[in-house]
């Protein structure tokens, strides 16, 4: 019997309202939410840090109670790594959420991701060369990308929830594949097809319009109301990807072709914790209206070693912001950063990295590309990470002096001075992992 697989989020602040829509019509066995980058893994350390009961995703009750009702009653399974740094209390919070609602769930909750005991300060951040003792980096936690092998053992208690921490966006996907169709985890071909099906589906409007969108050449229709994407999974792997009808967007052969490449550095090669999967023999055929056939996805032995994401504290991000408009602006706009600069170099002896952007300019790519453009409304951005807190708010007030020590034609200031975090990856031994599944009963 065909499974079929909803995406309920793509990322952390993904919207709402389509997976209530998928909960409801969408007829579906599972329902996944994707909602942790590493970011906000990091983040979610830093708050735990500051509160023991918290680290978990901060619209996990949002979201849940917004399809919660409806899955209980047409018997979908939803799968989540919405526990981020703290699993145990996000299945806590959801026990609660469904006590409130009159509902009797069973959410199995997945640990073991966290290898923060196993990092210190003699451990090599491959990306910089360093030690964390040699970077000078404070330490908020650590995470290895789990598989779907950590999931397994959590659908084998029949649960309402699955939540997880650090778990790899297509594993999501692939543990509900490989459970009901009873795939081997060393089946390279079936989990490489799997994986393929989690990558499409992992960031849900992408693959229905919405990143695919670029007028005129890319036009996709009722973008504002685009629908998730549901992935209908046949046991050798091949699947539909397609919506709910009614919806905004499409999917097409372009979309899912997008969506495949999306982040993958070599086709032939994409690792994961449960495969090498191989996209570079995949079909895409279109079937129907907004249904594209997926097959020929492949896969190897899966790598020695599980990747991990050591989040560090970043000290303060100061961001400072000012306009400036008429003809001319850019040349006051220069001067302004100018300013700033010279400024928080000789007068505060500022020795941190200082990012000065000039918005609707050279905004993105800084001093990388140059070009002359012609705008008579420009924003100039100042921005600096440091550890120095009276250093960053120094920042800040130098650019709000504009207002009165600038060039003319100037005005809008916002400032902000928010925590930061910065990652690196590392490499953990499997062995090192300790997987434990406990099942909380509202």
């Known amino acids: 019997m065909t499974l079929r697989i909803g995406a309920g989020a793509g990322f952390a602040g993904d919207r709402i309202d389509p997976a209530r829509d998928l909960a409801e019509r969408g007829e579906l ?11 906000t893994l990091a983040y979610g350390h830093l708050h735990r840090m500051q509160d023991p009961a918290k680290g978990y995703h901060h619209l996990i009750e949002r979201r849940l109670g917004a399809v919660l009702k409806a899955c209980v009653a047409q018997g979908v399974t939803i799968i989540t ?19 409130r609602e009159g509902l009797k769930i069973r959410v199995a909750v997945v640990e073991g991701d966290d290898v923060t005991a196993s990092i210190d300060n003699g451990t090599l951040l491959p990306e910089i060369g360093k030690t964390i003792g040699e970077a000078g980096l404070r330490l ?11 999931i397994l053992p959590a659908l084998d208690e029949e649960p309402h929830i699955v939540i997880t921490g650090r778990v790899a ?20 071909a079936l989990l490489g097809a799997g994986t393929a099906v989690g990558h499409l589906l992992e960031c849900t409007m992408q693959v229905t319009g919405g990143y695919f969108a670029d007028p005129p ?7 504002a109301h685009l629908g998730f994407p549901i992935a209908e999974v046949e046991p050798d792997g091949s699947a539909t990807i397609t919506k709910l009808d009614g919806t905004g ?12 490449m999306y982040e ?74 100018q300013i700033v600069e010279e400024r928080m170099r000789t007068v505060h002896q500022c020795g941190e990295i200082i990012r000065l952007d000039l918005i609707g300019v050279n905004a993105l790519h800084a001093t990388a590309i140059q070009r002359q453009a012609q705008t008579e409304d420009v924003r100039i951005r100042a921005a600096m990470r440091t550890a120095d807190r009276e250093m960053a708010q ?44 406990e099942v909380l009963l509202s």
């Open 217 to 223: 050449h890319k036009v996709v229709p009722n973008i």
């Open 264 to 337: 993958v550095h070599n086709p032939g090669a994409y690792l994961t914790p449960d495969v090498t999967a191989d996209f570079s023999h995949v079909k895409a055929v279109e079937v129907g209206a907004d249904r594209i056939a997926v097959s020929g996805a492949l896969g190897r032995q899966r790598p020695e070693k599980l990747k991990a994401i050591v989040g560090f504290d970043g000290g303060f991000l100061a961001e400072g912001e000012f306009s400036y408009a008429g003809p001319g602006a850019i040349a006051r706009a220069q001067l302004a950063a």
């Open 394 to 437: 120094t920042l800040l007030a130098e650019v709000e002096s504009l207002w009165l020590g600038g060039p003319a034609g100037g005005g809008g200031y916002r400032g902000s001075l928010t925590p930061s975090v910065t990652t690196h990856a590392v490499f953990v031994e499997r062995s090192s992992i300790d997987v434990k599944v």
């Open 249 to 260: 967007g499409l999917v097409s052969v372009l979309t899912v072709k997008e969506q495949l």
């Open 29 to 39: 066995d599972f329902l996944a939410f994707e909602c942790l980058a590493e970011r």
């Open 169 to 188: 966006d297509p594993s999501l996907f692939l543990a509900p594949l490989a459970h009901r169709y009873g795939w081997a985890l060393d089946d390279w």
């Open 81 to 99: 790594n919405m526990g981020v740094a703290n699993p145990r209390a996000a299945g806590e919070v959801v026990v609660e959420l469904a006590r």
């Open 140 to 150: 908020v936690g650590a995470n290895a990308y789990l598989g779907a092998e950590a």
